[in-house]
Each structure stands twice: as structure tokens, then as C-alpha cells.
């Protein structure tokens, strides 16, 4: 490799970072912005370097006749040597460098520093499952992906999840029924030393989804008649109260049953057109497959489901209508924006929405609409009141009766809602 850096050249790197801090705010923001695109650029080199090391090792192993399956033994633990990880994790991002060969558009954007090395893990596993064009496929319209930089992991998945859905969804099916085979439980100590311990459970999205909304709300309820824990400590002990049967006075109340949120295309629902796949509010993508499951099982297990219509905007794909005169989001309008962002708005943030807010303050004259309102989590929506607002892309869209130009075609979805029985107790 002609362009390899000289150890010279690398160490020099770290003159200036490893320098006293100077400047005022603003200088030492924008640092901070430029060190991590570095950063994840380094990565990528790392990436780039672990191919030349496989493709090294090999040509050494064949030289002194190892058998070809052989002969890239050694390849990960010594990358993982170098680089100060774990022999499991160097197999990992050696995996990886050879699965972004055949993503170069997404290759390009780890090494321009719009990925972190996680990120591009992400977006390559669901890359994986795909084959021959449809992988081709995937790689551009993921790299066409606008404003992927300020986006967060968990946006980045979904996107990613969004698009092999749309190219191959029985190969998306095929995988969830395999994983669905391996969901269990883990007890874990924390690496501490204070008494505590993880519980672990792999479920299925929609079992979580339910379990976590189902705690969630007996939570709420608790603090609201003054249990003197917080939110977080409530939603532990009711989960042991549930599962034991014991726990603190006024948590062993049974399970309720929950509403569940799905929203896909009508065409979906009733076509089988699987050009779009269903959304599970507040947890993203999921094939329009399981999504028909979910209603069907709701349906014969004599469930409450509710069908509302919505449309989005087919240049988007973003949910479109709906305002309010009042200064509060009416609990409709609320929802209406929870189903169209489906995470916390702030670029990087991929956290649950707890919070729905004006992008532009009431005071300021905005207005309380779907244009002017944006789902955020409690620590962002918070933060926003000393750093000020974050744009996020893509903004959020006017509604077409307030668009200056012309009338946008709106494409009908379904909001599918349908109640969730859990049984947890033993």
C-alpha cells in the first residue's frame, strides 16, 4: 500500500490533541464535532488496514502451503491485538471490513466520518441478509440517505431496517422466525460489586413493546397517587411484583391491557403490497408480514382493534394534517406526531418520546400544529431550554391546505391499534 501512513505521521497526530484546551464556546464545540468525524474516520481506516491484514496473512499462509481454509487463521486476533479489544470483538470488525467490500457506497460515508464503526455494523447486518442486487440495491439508497450524519444509531437501524424491507421481506421474515427461536432469559451481577444484577429477556418486538408500555403506565399511575420512588424504581418493582407475585404495597395489581400501535399502508393491510413496510410505533420497522400476524391473532383472540386513516406525503413518506387551536397538543395531535417521528427529534438522539413540543416556542408565535410539533424525550426537550432548539432532518412538513405550491397527493395508512393481554405471573 503506497498511501499507508508512516508511525511518524500517526503519532503527530497527537501534538495538537493532547495540547492545553483554549477558545471560547464555540471554538471548542466545533472541536469537539471535528474529533468525532476524526474518530470514526480512523475507524474506517482501521477497517481498511484489517482487509490488508487478512489479505497478507493469507498470502503468507499459502506460500507455506496451509489448505485454503486455513489460511486466514490468526486474521482477527491479531487485528484485535493491535487495536487493545477482545479477541470475540476483533472477529467482529474484521467480519465487518469484509461486509463494507461490498457496500462502497456505505463504505465511503464510515470514511468520510458520517458513520461510526457501531453505525456501520448496524447498517451492514441488515445488509447481510440480502443478495447479489438487492444488497447493490440497499447500499444506494442507504447512502442516499439524507442528513445520515446527525441521525443516531437507532434511526440509522431502522432506515436501514426500512430499506431491506422494502427490497426482500421474506428474507426480513425468515430471520425474525429464526431469532424468535433463540428469545430467552439471562441473570446478570453487575461488574460493580454493589449487589445488583441485570435481567435480560430477547423477545419478540411486539412482547416488549407491550411489556415495556405495560410498566410504563403502572408506573405513571403510582407516582401520580405519591409513591415515594421514581418513575424508573417503580417500573422495576412492579415487574418483580408481576413476576413474583411480592413486592411494595399497591404494585401487585394485574396486568392491564394495552394498546399496541401499528401503522402501515392500506395497500399493505388489504393488497399485499409490501412496498412499505408496517411501522410499530415508538419501535420502528417490521415486515408487513408479522404486521398482518399481530391484527390476525388480535383479531381472533376477540381483542379490541381500532383502524384510524392517516396519509403521508409520497415525496417523504411523512405523516401529513392535523392542527389545534390551543397553546397544549390535544392528546389526538399528540399521538398523530408520536406515529410520525417515532423517536426523540434531536439529531443523534434515538430515545423514546415522552414529550411533545412546538419547534417554534408559543411565546415565539408558533403554533400548535402537526408543522410546528416534534416529538422529543424528556432530556432533549429539557436541554432545549438552555442550548436552544436543534434542527432535525427532514423538518417537519406543512400540511398541504397551508403549502404554497401544489396540492400534495396523500397516501392513505392505517393506525392499527389493538389490545395486548400479558400474563406475567408464574
Same mark, same amino acid.
Given at each position: ?31 469537539? !464535532?471535528? *474529533? ?8 474506517a =481506516?482501521? +477497517?481498511?488496514?484489517?482487509l490488508?491484514v %487478512? /489479505? #497478507? ?42 461486509q ?12 468520510? !466520518?458520517? *458513520? ?8 451492514? =447486518?441488515? +445488509? ?5 442486487p %438487492? /444488497? #447493490? ?11 445520515v450524519?446527525?441521525m443516531?444509531?437507532?434511526k ?8 431491506a ?24 451481577p453487575?461488574?460493580? !460489586? ?19 408500555? %405495560?410498566?410504563a ?15 424508573s ?14 413486592g ?90 408520536r ?35 416534534e ?43 389493538y ?5 406475567l405471573?408464574?
Amino acid at each position: 500500500m503506497t498511501d499507508t501512513l508512516t508511525t511518524e505521521q500517526i503519532r503527530g497526530f497527537g501534538v495538537p490533541v493532547t495540547g492545553p484546551v483554549d477558545g471560547g464556546l464555540d471554538e471548542i464545540c466545533a472541536e469537539l !464535532g471535528e *474529533l468525532e468525524t476524526l474518530k470514526h474516520q480512523i475507524e474506517a =481506516r482501521q +477497517a481498511r488496514l484489517a482487509l490488508e491484514v %487478512d /489479505r #497478507l496473512m493469507r498470502e503468507r499462509a499459502a506460500a507455506q502451503g496451509v489448505p485454503t481454509q486455513r489460511q486466514g487463521k490468526g486474521v482477527a486476533e491479531l487485528v484485535a491485538r493491535e487495536r487493545r479489544i477482545s479477541p470475540a470483538h476483533g472477529r467482529t470488525v474484521v467480519a465487518l471490513a469484509k461486509q463494507l467490500r461490498g457496500l462502497p457506497q456505505t463504505f465511503d460515508l464510515f470514511a468520510a !466520518g458520517d *458513520l461510526s464503526e457501531h453505525q456501520a455494523l448496524v447498517v451492514a =447486518r441488515e +445488509a447481510a441478509i440480502l443478495e447479489g442486487p %438487492d /444488497r #447493490l440495491a440497499f447500499d444506494i439508497r442507504f447512502a442516499a440517505t439524507a442528513g445520515v450524519k446527525e441521525m443516531g444509531t437507532r434511526k440509522i437501524a431502522h432506515r436501514a431496517q426500512a430499506i431491506a424491507l422494502g427490497l426482500d421481506e421474506e428474507a426480513v421474515v425468515r430471520r425474525r422466525d429464526k431469532a424468535v427461536a433463540d428469545r430467552h432469559v439471562t441473570v446478570q451481577p453487575t461488574d460493580r !460489586g454493589d449487589g445488583m444484577g441485570w435481567l435480560k429477556a430477547l423477545l419478540p418486538i411486539e412482547q416488549l413493546a407491550a411489556i415495556k408500555d %405495560d410498566l410504563a403506565t403502572a408506573a405513571d399511575t403510582a407516582v401520580a397517587l405519591g409513591v415515594d420512588a421514581t418513575r424508573s424504581q417503580v417500573m422495576a418493582d412492579t415487574l418483580v411484583a408481576r413476576l413474583t407475585g411480592t413486592g411494595p404495597v399497591g404494585l401487585e395489581q394485574p396486568a392491564q391491557p394495552m394498546t399496541i400501535d401499528l401503522v402501515m399502508t392500506a395497500e399493505a393491510l388489504l393488497e399485499h403490497d409490501h412496498r412499505e413496510p408496517a411501522l410499530l410505533a415508538g419501535y420502528g420497522p417490521i415486515p408487513n408480514q408479522l404486521a398482518k400476524r399481530l391484527i390476525e391473532t388480535a383479531v381472533l383472540d376477540l381483542q379490541k382493534v381500532e383502524l384510524r386513516r392517516l396519509f403521508t406525503a409520497p415525496e417523504t413518506g411523512e405523516l401529513v394534517t392535523m392542527e389545534s387551536k390551543a397553546r397544549l397538543f390535544p392528546k389526538a395531535l399528540a399521538q398523530f406526531i408520536r406515529l410520525r417521528d417515532q423517536l426523540c427529534r434531536t439529531p443523534g438522539c434515538g430515545a423514546t418520546i415522552a414529550h411533545i413540543d412546538h419547534v417554534e416556542d408559543w411565546d415565539s408565535g408558533g403554533t400548535t400544529t402537526v408543522a410546528n410539533g416534534e416529538g422529543l424525550c424528556r432530556q432533549c426537550n429539557w436541554a432545549k431550554q438552555v442550548i436552544g432548539h436543534q434542527h432535525s432532518h427532514p423538518p417537519p412538513l406543512l400540511t398541504p391546505s397551508a403549502s404554497t405550491g401544489p396540492a400534495i397527493p396523500r397516501r392513505p395508512h392505517l393506525v392499527i391499534g389493538y389490545d395486548a393481554d400479558l400474563e406475567l405471573a408464574a
